[in-house]
């Protein structure tokens, strides 16, 4: 069965503590790895595409990378804005399976 | 941008009910999902569609079914509704696949409770 896997499911954070979220998968012909963020009460926000082994995204201090297995988020020097439920999905098929998330809480 | 817009962010209706979720997107996208959310289990999805009246079961159909008369609209219709529907409710779109496989946008949700 595809399954998509997150940890840890919370992280609490000094500001400027830099950490990584992983996201593991177990997957026959995987068609693309997405990661979002979603605040309470919103909808998730789209932060990367990753579609092969090796491919590297970033965006202020988020950078996403994949793997055969994983996909890691590595946060440098959170801030408390990039406080979020961070989740990553996979396309296996024709739709999306989610992890459940990891929680992140940065305190100033 | 693209904007998907769920009519309702709160709804409460009782067990029994027809119940109504609507979701329309701005960007022209042809491919339209509903996914329920709840703690501990992540989103899992209901319904999509790939064109107008057009429809695919997801992982958890059962209760509910979908109606796409037009392109921008994807509406999810609980039956009947139950208790154990109560959940929070995101509608996404993403543009026709091709070759590359293209993000998915959501809408804010509708939190549903189901007294």
């Known amino acids: 069965e595809d399954q998509v896997t997150q940890s840890p499911e919370a992280l609490r954070l000094q500001e400027g503590e830099s950490s990584s979220l992983n996201c593991s998968y177990t997957?026959?012909?995987?068609?693309?790895l997405f990661w979002y963020r979603q605040d309470p009460g919103k909808g998730p926000e789209f932060l990367f595409t990753?579609?092969?082994a090796g491919e590297e995204k970033e965006k202020e201090r988020l950078k996403a990378t994949l793997t055969k297995k994983e996909s890691f988020l590595h946060i440098t020097a959170p801030k408390p804005e990039d406080s979020a439920t961070y989740l990553c999905?996979?396309?296996?098929?024709?739709?999306?399976?989610f992890g459940s998330g990891t929680r992140l809480q940065v305190q100033p | 941008d693209v904007k998907v817009t769920q009519s309702s962010r709160y709804l409460v209706k009782r067990t029994g009910e027809k119940v109504f979720l609507e979701c329309v997107q701005d960007?022209?996208?042809?491919?339209m999902f509903w996914y329920r959310q709840d703690p501990g289990l992540g989103l899992r999805l209901i319904y999509f569609?790939?064109?107008?009246?057009?429809?695919e079961k997801g992982d958890i159909p059962e209760g509910y079914s979908v109606s796409r008369e037009k392109k921008e609209r994807f509406s999810l219709i609980l039956e009947s509704a139950s208790t154990n529907q109560t959940s929070m409710y995101l509608c996404?779109?993403?543009?026709?696949?091709?070759?590359?496989?293209?993000?998915?946008?959501f809408g804010d949700g509708t939190r549903l409770s189901i007294l």
């Open positions: 996404a779109s993403s543009p026709r696949q091709g070759s590359i496989n293209q993000p998915q946008h």
């Open positions: 997957v026959s012909g995987l068609r693309g």
């Open positions: 990753l579609y092969s």
């Open positions: 999905a996979v396309q296996f098929r024709r739709a999306l399976t």
């Open positions: 960007m022209d996208h042809e491919n």
């Open positions: 569609s790939y064109d107008v009246k057009m429809k």
